[in-house]
């Protein structure tokens, strides 16, 4: 062999070398690039699923906070009925007739020692919620002169009368408001999505339990506030 042929054999082979190392490189970059891929779309994957799942944790976690200062002011509205005659609240304290602080929150909850508006008024789901509070009282129990340990009209038992909830953040209403002529605020006041649309609102009853309850707007044009109209309307309590 002359010695130019062996040079070229030898830039032969040197150049087959060089390709084979560019193709396994090319082929290990691909590689890497793919499992890049598949990582990310694990991770993406992973997200997708966790995400819903601390959302609707959070959400439970708030509709029971909401339950806790539901409760907090159940226990107040019965020291109040232990030294009212088992009124759970006083009647015509309302917003804007009377400021936020000196609505009826304000007597019923001096009875345990708390601020005039405390933060058990407050649902943590309810995001600066206008004049300072959350829930709201069934005026139709006070109106009907349903009081503590007593049942609604046709035997309606007080496990099924609802005696506060969640009002609408940018309504500042202390009452969902008793009307003699029948109509009612119930759509306007009332919030029956607080908590979401499987969790709803929470309802005090007036047995103390509390419940969350889907809206029913299957019901539309009946106002589940009210108690049936057997009862009838007495003076307002002391
Ligand atoms: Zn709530």
């Known amino acids: 062999m002359t010695p130019v042929a062996t040079q070229l054999g030898r830039k032969g082979r040197w150049d087959m070398e060089t390709t084979r190392q560019n193709r396994r490189r090319a082929f290990t970059r ?17 997200i997708s699923m966790l995400v819903p799942a601390l959302a609707n944790a959070r959400r439970q976690a708030m509709s029971v906070k909401c339950k806790a200062n539901m409760k907090q002011c159940y226990l ?3 020291m109040y009925a232990d ?22 929150p304000s007597v019923v909850f001096a009875a345990i ?43 309606i038992s007080s496990s099924d009368i609802i005696l ?9 209403d202390f009452y969902m408001e008793f009307k003699q002529e029948g109509s009612s605020e119930f759509w306007q006041l009332v919030e029956k999505y ?16 509390i419940e969350a309850k889907a809206p029913k707007e299957a019901e539309g044009g009946l ?16």
């Open 76 to 78: 107040g509205m019965s």
């Open 223 to 238: 106002d589940p506030w009210d108690i049936p109209a057997t009862q009838p309307v007495g003076p307002p309590p002391p």
């Open 83 to 104: 030294n009212n005659k088992d009124w759970f609240a006083p009647p015509d304290l309302g917003y804007p007739e009377h400021p936020a602080d000196k609505c009826w």
């Open 194 to 209: 607080r908590h979401g649309l499987q969790l709803g609102s929470n309802y005090l009853m007036l047995d103390g339990h």
């Open 164 to 172: 506060m909830g969640e009002k609408k953040t940018d309504r500042g």
């Open 30 to 46: 691909a590689f890497t690039l793919v499992e890049l891929l598949v990582v990310i779309a694990i991770i993406a994957l992973l």
């Open 113 to 155: 020692k708390l601020k005039p508006l405390p933060e058990i008024m407050l649902c943590p789901a309810d995001d600066e919620p206008l004049a300072g509070h959350s829930f709201i009282l069934n005026d139709h129990v006070i109106k009907r002169q349903i009081r503590r340990g007593k049942t609604g009209g046709g035997g």
